[in-house]
């Protein structure tokens, strides 16, 4: 005997079900800017991973996230509407490429040589008298670099990746090095090295913040709540409790 299911039941299940729906979730891409965005156990870890977790949170949204090489983290984000993309250095000629949220952090990016490298003497980007300088494939202080002249394969050392281009200046096969100091010196201690290891020689930039940008195809009910959230972690003093969990001085942006 056939037994008869409940007569709501079968209404239900003949009905679409908008509220039952499962929110598309925000696809956010991110590269690996230690200690701000990497891997750790196979997971998405760093400053800027947590907090935009968070912010996702307050806003209510759902977060798909994936970190990938910088390259293809930038083209699966150009392929992926309404999708975010970070770390990113909010710079002059980034800004109307995304939406920003921000700012998140404050960016300092220096030139570093070899602390027993007595023997250099920086004049300037224009005035390298032979010193190789090195720099890493995709960031923005390359592009800054390309944009002041320089070359790949005559004076600028390029590197696949932030571990490869501090390695390279420790094994004296670049003269200089153009990085941000926080990675730099996260990816010392990655490599036990001290931080007396290397000195500062100049500073690039300071200009700029660290942000997270939208694709210019995402509307405003998706970049104001995530302001909003970023805006009352920074207030209740969530911010600064990841900085001082990565390590990193409190205050400023």
Do not use: C
Not at 49 to 75: F, N, T, Y
Not at 153 to 174: C, F, H, I, Q, T
């Amino acid at each position: 005997m056939l037994r008869r299911r409940p007569l709501l039941a079968l209404a239900a299940a003949a009905l679409p079900l908008p509220a039952l729906a499962a929110r598309t979730p925000l696809q956010a891409f991110g590269h690996a800017l230690p200690p701000l965005s990497f891997e750790q156990d196979g997971r998405p870890a760093g400053l800027m991973v947590e907090l935009l977790q968070r912010m996702a949170e307050h806003a209510g949204m759902d977060l798909a996230l994936a970190l990938q090489p910088r390259l293809r983290a930038e083209k699966s984000f150009l392929e992926t509407p309404a999708s975010l993309l970070f770390p990113l250095a909010r710079l002059p000629e980034r800004e109307n490429r995304f939406r920003w949220v921000g700012p998140v952090l404050p960016r300092r990016v220096a030139i570093y040589s070899l602390s027993q490298r007595a023997d250099i003497r920086f004049k300037g980007l224009q005035q390298l008298e032979g010193l190789k300088l090195g720099a890493t494939a995709g960031t923005a202080t390359l592009e800054q670099l390309l944009a002041e002249g320089l070359k790949p394969g005559k004076e600028l050392e390029v590197s696949p990746s932030y571990d490869a281009s501090v390695r390279k200046l420790l094994a004296g096969r670049m003269d200089l090095l153009v990085i941000g100091d926080l990675n730099l010196y996260w990816q010392l201690g990655q490599l036990q090295e001290l931080p007396e290891r290397v000195k500062e020689v100049a500073v690039l930039d300071a200009s700029a913040d660290y942000s997270f940008g939208l694709h210019l195809d995402a509307d405003l009910g998706q970049a104001e709540p995530l302001q909003k959230a970023l805006e009352q972690l920074r207030r209740n003093g969530a911010i600064d409790k990841l900085k001082r969990a990565y390590g990193l001085p409190t205050g400023g942006a």
